[in-house]
């Protein structure tokens, strides 16, 4: 991966080019080439921050990187316009805000464009949103940081043709996106503060609903999606609740003990109706600072 940045005043500037691993390395099948581009504007006014940016996933089997997608400034759209005959370019529009209404309390969303139809009969839009804030002191001085935060990614975003496999926006088993992956939506809510002057306790706890859908899930054609509209989500909806405590006690000035606990009580699991599962997960870890040590 080639990275590149700059800061120009309130603006900065990003850009990335990378060569992912192949696929398709089974004898006698021809190497997919993948390759994953961004780049990102931001500029500070005042008491907020603007931003916008675009990723393209592009390849195809024994396909070179297309030399368009090297310039960090010129939009991926219009060059995926001037190359519409090779076609196989997932393009991601985003655009993000975030903006201190005060000293203490920091709002911020950001909206995913993957397809947007500007005509109302095509639907629907692949489309992502979230929303969130960090208040600091929410129940006085000294009373930590309470944070929330909403998403929801529509059925079919990250998703892309399926004679083009290689620009789904995946890697392995990770989405090249937020988490959850598409066709799901999350809310968390998480309390921070300290107990003692060495103790930091974290509560969270949310719920994460996922329908059937993945970014593996063959995609309809423009003519299915149009005449079928599922509710969201989609399918034997999995919904998870989850909650947790984490606590780190700090002592000797070189050592953090941290205990972690860790709940989630899922319903309709494996999306199989009526199915319920849980589990919990509990851990203590010890951490030294060797470096501290060192340096004395």
């Known amino acids: 991966m080639i990275q590149f940045s700059a800061d120009f005043r309130s603006f900065r500037f990003q850009a990335f080019n990378a060569l992912l691993l192949r696929a398709g390395e089974q004898e006698g099948e021809d190497k997919v080439n993948r390759y994953f581009s961004g780049h990102r504007i931001s500029g500070r006014f005042g008491n907020t921050e603007l931003g916008i940016h675009e990723t393209v996933m592009t390849g195809g089997p024994k396909e070179p990187f297309h030399p368009g997608f090297l310039n960090p400034i010129f939009p991926y759209y219009f060059t995926d316009v001037m190359e519409s005959e090779k076609g196989g370019d997932n393009i991601t529009l985003a655009f993000d805000a975030s903006t201190f209404l005060s000293k203490s309390f920091r709002l911020y969303g950001q909206l995913v464009v993957d397809e947007f139809y500007y005509e109302k009969e095509h639907y629907p839009n692949r489309t992502g949103w979230l929303a969130g804030f ?63 002057r060495n103790t930091l306790v974290q509560i969270q706890g949310g719920m994460q609903r996922h329908g059937e859908t993945t970014v593996f899930t063959t995609l309809h054609t423009n003519e299915q999606l149009e005449k079928n509209h599922p509710p969201f989500p989609f399918g034997v909806v999995e919904k998870t609740t989850f909650g947790g405590i984490n606590l780190e006690l700090r002592f000797l000035n070189i050592c953090r003990a941290i205990i972690d606990w860790q709940g989630n009580w899922i319903q309709n699991s494996g999306h199989s109706r009526d199915t319920k599962n849980s589990d919990n997960r509990f851990s203590a870890t010890m951490v030294m600072d060797v470096g501290g040590v060192l340096g004395k």
Do not use: C, Q
């Open 134 to 196: 960090d208040w600091l002191g929410p129940f006085g001085r000294g009373t930590g940081v309470l944070h929330a935060e909403y998403v929801k990614i529509d059925r079919w975003v990250y998703n892309y043709e399926a004679e083009s496999p290689w620009a789904r926006m995946n890697y392995f088993n990770s989405i090249l996106g937020y988490p959850i992956g598409p066709d799901g939506d999350l809310w968390v809510i998480a309390h921070e503060f300290a107990l003692t």
